[in-house]
């Protein structure tokens, strides 16, 4: 098998990362905080990390705190630095990752990669979810490597995010680095926002899924996904 150089990417909100003018790779939409003076490396990393701190210790004294206790000393910049780490995906972009990752193959039948743990945190409280997530395609004379199916759900995971959008992103990006047969992505996640506030449901699992091409038209292909995605471990 060899590499083969990945397309053009088509303009759409995920492909905006990659822009020439946009050296840094940070989309230009649902990010503006970013936009403008922000860099995502070198030394402005550390100012943005200073930033947040700032913020999460007028946080913790607006909950009736005293930020200036042994305990919480820290607490501000270990939070920064951990909310950096959550939403890392900004400063990443598909195409870096597919770019050495894409071949040649006949394969026609459904690739799944299944079980996936990923983490993302809710746009809407701030708060964690997660849970696994399986993405499968038919080739159309291209594959993936597979753990870059992971990687690419990582790095949309790594933003801050809605669970319905999150599912698409994948499933486009796949359409889009690969142009299969027919993608097909499916989330079950637990939503923090949802287990500890309002309806206090801790058991629920939201699942959503995204079709594109021969899943949509091809019930018997939707069908060996499904038959796929319930083998048990061997
Ligand atoms: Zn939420």
């Known amino acids: 098998m060899k590499i083969v150089a990945s397309d053009k990417p088509i303009v759409n909100e995920t492909i905006t990362d990659l822009d020439k003018s946009n050296p840094t790779g940070v989309a230009d939409e649902g990010n503006p905080s970013l936009n403008g003076d922000a860099d995502l490396s070198g030394d402005s990393d550390l100012s943005r990390e200073a930033r947040m701190a700032i913020s999460i210790r007028n946080i913790l004294e607006d909950v009736g705190e005293d930020p200036s206790r042994e305990g919480l000393l820290k607490t501000p910049q270990r939070y920064a630095k951990a909310m950096l780490f959550f939403t890392k995906g900004y400063g990443e972009n598909i195409y ?91 989330m079950e996640l637990v939503h923090m926002c949802v287990m500890t506030r309002g309806v206090q449901k801790t058991n629920s699992v939201t699942i959503t899924s995204c079709k594109t091409g021969v899943f949509k038209t091809d019930k018997a292909a939707e069908e060996q996904f499904e038959f796929l995605l319930k083998m048990k471990h061997t």
Do not use: M
């Open 96 to 186: 870096d990752v597919a770019k050495k990752a894409i071949f040649e193959a006949d394969h026609n039948e459904i690739v799944l990669v299944r079980d996936i743990e990923i983490f993302s945190i809710c746009e809407h409280h701030l708060l964690p979810f997660w849970g696994k997530v399986h993405i499968a395609y038919i080739p159309n004379g291209r594959i993936l490597g597979l753990s870059k199916l992971a990687r690419i759900a990582e790095i949309y995971a790594r933003r801050l995010q809605v669970q319905e959008r999150l599912t698409q992103q994948i499933s486009q990006a796949i359409e889009e680095i690969l142009h299969p047969q027919g993608v097909i992505v499916v």
